[in-house]
C-alpha cells in the first residue's frame, strides 16, 4: 500500500512569512494527525482529524496556525506568520482509527525559519 | 495526565552486543505501547506494540520488548546490535478509549562498530 505522502520535504521561510504544508493520507484511513517535532524532542500532536472533522486541535497555536481537511483525504497545515521557533520537522500521521492500531508517518516536511 | 519517559539521551553500544533502551510511562487504565524508529530525514517508522497479552512482544529487524505492569516500563530490547541499528527511537503510549499517541522524547541510539 502506498504510505503516507507529505510535501514539501524541505522549507526555508523568513519570519513573518506564510507557509503551507499538505498531506496525502494511506487510502481508507479516517484519522489524520499533524505533528510537530522541534530538534532533540519527541513528536508533539497538533490537530487530529477524524475524517474532516476536528477531534483535537487544543495544543494548535490558533493565531497563526490553521488546518484543514477537505472532503477527508488530503489535509494542509498552514503557518501564517512564521516565528523563529516555529523551526521543526512536521509530521503527518494516519491510522484506521481502531483503538489498538498505530499510526503510519509520512517522511515529513523540515521547516526552516530564518 | 499521560506520559511518557525516556530517561537516557543517548546509549553506546558495541556491535554484536544485546541492547536496552529504556522507556517508563504513566497513563490511567489499560496502556497500549509502542515503539518507532527514526533514521536521518525520514518520518517515524513502526517497530513494535503491546495491547495485550504475553508481556514479551516481538517486532521488526529483531527488536522486542517486555511489557511490565507493576514498574509500569517497555524496555525495548535486541540480543545482538548491528550498526545499521543506529537511530533515533521513541516509545509512545495511547490509552484506552483515547486515540491520541503521546511520545517520549527520544534516546539516540549509536552502534560502534
Known sequence: ?114 | AQSVAQPEDQVNVAEGNPLTVKCTYSVSGNPYLFWYVQYPNRGLQFLLKYITGDNLVKGSYGFEAEFNKSQTSFHLKKPSALVSDSALYFCAVRREGDDKIIFGKGTRLHILP
Open chain 1, 1 to 114: 500500500e502506498a504510505g503516507v505522502a507529505q510535501s514539501p520535504r524541505y522549507k526555508i521561510i523568513e519570519k513573518r512569512q506564510s507557509v503551507a504544508f499538505w498531506c496525502n493520507p494511506i487510502s481508507g484511513h479516517a484519522t489524520l494527525y499533524w505533528y510537530q517535532q522541534i530538534l532533540g524532542q519527541g513528536p508533539k500532536l497538533l490537530i487530529q482529524f477524524q475524517n474532516n472533522g476536528v477531534v483535537d486541535d487544543s495544543q494548535l497555536p490558533k493565531d497563526r496556525f490553521s488546518a484543514e481537511r477537505l472532503k477527508g483525504v488530503d489535509s494542509t497545515l498552514k503557518i501564517q506568520p512564521a516565528k523563529l521557533e516555529d523551526s521543526a520537522v512536521y509530521l503527518c500521521a494516519s491510522s484506521l482509527g481502531r483503538i489498538d492500531y498505530g499510526y503510519t508517518f509520512g517522511s515529513g516536511t523540515r521547516l526552516t525559519v530564518v
